[in-house]
């Protein structure tokens, strides 16, 4: 028996050899050769791409037609996986491909419908539109028809082979970014669940509004605007305040962080029009970026754009209804019946009774993507605000600055109008208040040209002042990140330069914990060890990098103190649905609601002095047995590493190594260079999961000086020198250009590729 062993597990071992040699011979092969000549029907004239260092292709193209159906080659070459699970997500199909586990977002996806508004959205195209996203798909699909190589890794363990590509596939990406961008109605249950638990004047002290602006720089700052996870960071600058005497133009919007990012990088170069920055993977248009002439950049509005509905009988049976089946492989199929009512579409995972998502989303056909085909043409302030009239969702702030010297800022979107109900709760289907009233209309929503200061500033936090007539939302974010950008942007004065942005954006300098370690100092240390630990926080700097020991306590104390003060009054199941290391919360606690520092479970009635010594001893508690050492050895990187997943093979065991890049990183939740985590209990509290996997500083003087940095890589094969090769220098501030007409790509180009026709 013991000899049969031994040969068993020689054999385990012999088969675990002979699959990962496999692998690794597929996946080496499956990286493409930058260079080449390539035939790509459809083009009225040669291509030439040229690609830097980091793999960043320069498309130069006879027309912008030609030049869609090279970057369609060129995202299905490098990211063809992510495109694929992106269309399969919107289109509500990944059981097809891994089964049971995605039957959830499956069905919810069938649900809402995205790919059925996709499609529909085809026919309205303008025809110029419609012939770059065809240029696009069928550039995707030549590399899927005559590609040599053997497809990526991902549908060699999935058995899988992707269908051709349609215009649809691209446009759903927008409504699933849309999706992601608008989740206050996913969040009513939870509001409503607390103000039956607690009442509404315990839970607004609990999830406090965001009022206030940051205004205490200086009178000339008064005019400025200032403004979950949907979080970036945008500032403009005009000549009056920059070296150069031009405009500068900032933005890092804030995503999840993972392996391969959300975005590409390319320049496209033709006679008519130059685009430089961030597209998406599966779609062609620029997201991001600049046109040779105007520069602009997006942060998240965080406007309530979504509304639950609960249906009563009537409302439920006057529903559209059809039958859709989920295919479900190595299961059974799954049938779903969508409906689709007055309200919006009807969800089953918003709760046990028929909930409908009242959302701007699915009120219309979205016109986004036509907006998007004319912001990247835009030349003037006047072109920008008429592409932005066609903008439907998300709602975003749009950043501007042109070569002529002129910055602004405007809101775009739909937001709807209410009738009573201020959207944070649930409504019934049988009230006037559940049915909107109409939508702000574009010419009255927020905007700013031409500041007299000299800029425009947002970190998502309230963009309009008490007088603004329409209520745009009541979950602003909080203004620590705000506060901080416009301090930094103040010191640097009137000669503003392309490395103080690029300074700023890294910047991990805490206003929240600028504000509360003060209080924390209050705690009384019973421990030698917590009375080390406190004397980190006195000396602390409030800066969160990745070697402060001083951080880590703060965020852990923080996290602590989050569940002292509401554990006992929600309840444990509640509590676990809630936690987050929220400061607004506890900074609201230990200044203007100070009874929640009693805990309600025990006797005598406790204060904050209380509550702050026992966060304390459970924080230091907590680092002891996870870092151990004494306080100085402490390290945020330590608790704060961005896990940098990929989604199919961090699933797979003995397969993450391959996928995955985790790596520590500096910032917080509340810094400009933001490191959002969870809190929570856990190991993990703290993953770096969410942030600015993007950034880019735009120099109107001279728009082939802009600067770029990007979490990850080009490529979306972990095999390709191009997978990570960014992200290092990411996580460390060190920013690159995406080369230009300069000359400094052409006999210089690490590799070159020829389309011909």
């Not at 961008?181 to 607390?194: C, D, I, K, T, V």
């Not at 909930?355 to 085909?373: F, H, I």
């Not at 939740?669 to 770096?688: A, L």
């Amino acid at each position: 028996m013991r000899l049969a062993f031994k040969i068993f597990l020689s054999l385990i071992a012999l088969c675990v050899l002979t699959v990962g040699c496999l692998i690794w011979i597929l996946g080496t092969a499956s990286v493409p050769d930058l260079a080449g000549d390539r035939k790509l029907p459809g083009l009225s004239d040669d291509v030439v791409v040229a690609f830097d260092e980091s793999g960043i292709p320069t498309i130069r193209a006879a027309t912008m037609t030609d030049a869609y159906r090279a970057l369609g080659y060129l995202h299905a070459r490098d990211r063809l996986w992510q495109m694929e699970t992106t269309r399969r997500i919107g289109a509500g199909r990944m059981a097809e491909i891994v089964g049971s586990p995605m039957l959830g977002y499956d069905r919810m996806m069938r649900e809402l419908s995205l790919y059925r508004q996709a499609e529909q959205q085809v026919n309205g195209l303008a025809p110029a539109e419609r012939q770059d996203l065809q240029a696009y798909a069928d550039g995707v699909n030549v590399f899927l028809e005559t590609s040599s190589e053997p497809l990526p890794v991902e549908f060699q363990l999935t058995l899988h082979t992707p269908e051709p590509w349609t215009i649809a596939d691209s446009l759903v990406w927008g409504r699933l970014m849309s999706l992601q961008l608008s989740g206050n109605g996913f969040s009513e249950s939870r509001r409503e669940a607390l103000l039956n638990l607690i009442g509404p004047e315990r839970t607004a002290e609990l999830l406090p509004r965001n009022l206030r602006s940051p205004t205490t720089m200086n009178d000339a700052n008064r005019d400025a605007w200032i403004g979950g996870y949907d979080a970036s960071n945008a500032w403009v600058l005009s000549g009056q305040r920059t070296a150069t005497g031009k405009p500068i133009l900032a933005n890092d919007p804030h995503l999840g962080l993972r392996m391969p990012g959300q975005w590409y990088l390319a320049r496209i170069e033709t006679p008519g029009l130059t685009l430089a920055g961030a597209t998406a993977p599966g779609a062609p248009f620029h997201i991001l970026g600049h046109n040779g002439t105007m520069a602009w950049g997006l942060t998240t509005t965080h406007a309530d754009n979504q509304d639950t509905v609960r249906l009563d009988r009537a409302a439920l049976d006057a529903a559209e209804t059809r039958q859709e089946t989920i295919r479900v492989r190595f299961g059974a199929d799954e049938n779903v019946t969508v409906r689709q009512s007055a309200f919006g579409p009807v969800l089953s995972r918003l709760g046990s009774e028929p909930v409908a998502l009242q959302w701007t989303g699915t009120e219309s056909l979205p016109r986004t993507v036509s907006a998007l085909y004319r912001l990247n043409r835009a030349t003037s302030w006047d072109k920008f605000v008429q592409a932005l009239s066609l903008f439907d969702d998300p709602v975003q702030n749009v950043f501007y600055a042109d070569t002529a010297g002129r910055i602004g800022m405007k809101v775009a979107g739909r937001i709807p109008i209410r009738k009573g109900a201020d959207g944070t709760v649930p409504q019934a289907s049988g009230q006037p208040e559940a049915v909107w009233s109409g939508i702000v209309p574009s010419e009255d929503l927020p905007g700013l040209v031409a500041p007299a200061n000299g800029w425009i500033a947002n970190a998502n936090n309230r963009i309009v002042t008490a007088d603004y007539p329409y209520e745009i939302s009541h979950d602003f974010v909080p203004d620590y990140r705000a506060v901080r950008m416009l301090e930094a942007l103040a010191e640097t004065g009137e000669a503003h330069s392309l490395e103080d942005s690029t300074r700023l954006q890294n910047d991990v300098l805490s206003d929240a914990a600028r504000r509360l370690v003060p209080h924390f100092l209050k705690a009384e240390p019973t421990t030698p060890l917590a009375r080390d630990g406190l004397a980190l926080l006195r000396a602390w700097d409030f800066r969160m990098t990745r070697d402060s020991a001083a951080a880590a306590l703060y965020m852990t104390f923080l996290n602590e103190a989050v569940r002292l003060l509401a554990e006992d009054d929600l309840g444990v199941e509640a509590f676990e649905n809630y936690w987050q290391a929220d400061a607004r919360f506890v900074e609201k606690a230990l200044t203007e609601a100070p009874h929640w520092c009693d805990d309600l479970r025990t006797e005598p009635k406790e204060n904050c002095d209380w509550l702050l010594t026992s966060a304390l001893d459970r924080a230091v508690f907590v680092l002891n047995d996870r870092q151990g050492g004494t306080a100085t050895d402490w390290r945020w990187g330590d608790l704060h590493r961005a896990p940098m997943e990929h989604l199919l093979l961090n699933l797979i065991p003995g397969l993450s190594r391959l996928g995955n890049r985790p790596l520590e990183t500096d910032g917080g939740d509340h810094t400009v260079n933001r490191g959002q985590s969870r809190g929570g209990e856990g190991r993990h509290p703290f993953r770096h999961i969410h942030g600015a996997g993007y950034r880019a500083v735009y120099d109107l003087a001279d728009l082939d000086r802009s600067l770029f940095a990007l979490a990850g890589g080009q490529s979306g094969n972990p095999f390709s020198p191009h997978y990570d090769d960014l992200l290092e220098p990411w996580r460390d501030g060190r920013y690159f250009r995406i080369p230009g007409r300069g000359g400094d790509i052409g006999a210089g180009a690490a590799a070159v590729l020829h389309l011909r026709p």
